[in-house]
Each structure stands twice: as C-alpha cells, then as structure tokens.
C-alpha cells in the first residue's frame, strides 16, 4: 500500500512531537537538567520541523496541522499545569513555547501563499530556534557581561552567539556576505528589544522576511 506522502509527513510529525517531550521529560526528570536547558531544547528542536514542512508537504491543510498540532500540545502544557514534569513554571516566558508555533503557521501560511520562499521561511525558524536558543544557553553560562531592554536582562556575550549563529546558518543557505551580516545582526537585535517572548513572533517572522528581501 502508498501512503500519500502528506500522510506520512503528518505521522512523521507526529511521532517527532512525542520524541521531543519525551526526551524533555527525561531530560529533566531522570538527568535533572534545569528547566531553562529543557525548555530550550524544546525550543530548538521544534525548528528543525521547518524541514519537514517545506520538504514533505505539499499540501497546504496537511501542512497547517504541523503547528496546529504544536499550539495545541504547548498550550496545554503551559496552561494545565503539565509544565512542571518539563521544568515549567514561568508563565510570562513559557508563553513564548505558544508563540513558537503560532509563527510556524503564519510562516506557512505565506509561503503557501507564494509571499515568501522556502530559504525565507528556513532562514527565520532557524534563526529563532538555533540562533535564540543557543544564545540563551551559552549566554546563561558565559555571559559576564549584562545590559538590560526593557526589564529583561541579556548579555553581549548571548548576543554574540546569536549573531554567530545566524551568520553561519545564512552562509550555509547561500546568502551574500552582506546579506548574511544584515540578518544576523537584525535578528540579534529583534531578540534583543522585544519584550514578554515576543521575540518567538518578531525575531522568525521579521528575519523571514527580511531574507527575502534580501534574497
């Protein structure tokens, strides 16, 4: 028997939600990791569905239910009080874990909608998951050096990284030099002014269209 290939991309999708909560809850139950590096792990691995979106749909519905999918499990997560088996607890920033999905649908919308390309809609979930993520985790450790935007406390030294990070994954997608700097440096800075987890709605939406801009 063939299996439609959204089918497919659809348990596959499936089946990748389950392997990221279960490895978080495991991560933080059984190796006591801190709730931020889980969430954070969450955080990145869930953009790594980008791919799964762009390279194994073809549908738009089939591909819509990916982040629907996702709103609906973090939600609950966040919401019910399950948060805490993952290290959850802070509302105003576990929000962000919603936002998340809520921009990988509005990403898919337009690339559906032939607003944006497909480099576009991988350029800004990637510099969202990896990008942040990574300047979160290495910038808790590293970070000696604080500045403050509007009540939130970063670190040059995270910010470094998630310019780094940004380049390096624009490089990697083919862009110009140029190109590759503008972005990363925007997106650091998107991240770095934008209050309350917003920036899981500024930094991938913004930075996906300014790469196509910049395409």
Do not use: Q
């Amino acid at each position: 028997m063939v299996i439609d290939p959204n089918v497919r991309s659809l348990l596959v999708s499936v089946a990748f939600v389950i392997i990221t909560v279960g490895t978080a809850f495991i991560m933080y139950r059984l190796m006591h990791l801190r709730g931020e590096t889980v969430r954070k792990f969450i955080h990145i691995t869930v953009s790594n569905w980008v791919f799964i979106l762009i390279y194994g749909f073809d549908t738009l519905s089939y591909a819509l239910t990916g982040p629907i999918l996702f709103i609906m499990i973090n939600t609950a997560f966040v919401y019910s009080g399950m948060g805490c088996y993952l290290g959850m607890g802070d509302r105003k920033r576990d929000n962000g874990l919603i936002y998340f999905p809520i921009t990988l649908l509005v990403l898919t919308l337009c690339f559906y909608r032939g607003i944006i390309t497909s480099r576009a809609v991988i350029t800004g979930v990637l510099a969202m998951g990896y990008g942040d993520g990574l300047a979160a985790l290495i910038g808790s450790k590293l970070g000696k050096h604080k500045y403050s935007v509007f009540g939130a406390t970063k670190s040059y030294e995270g910010s470094a990284v998630m310019i780094l990070t940004v380049f390096v994954i624009c490089l990697l997608l083919g862009y110009s030099l140029p190109a590759c700097l503008i972005i990363a440096v925007v997106s650091a800075l998107l991240e770095s002014v934008t209050p309350l987890g917003l920036d899981n709605l500024t930094v991938p939406i913004l930075t996906a269209l300014l790469g196509e801009l910049l395409c």
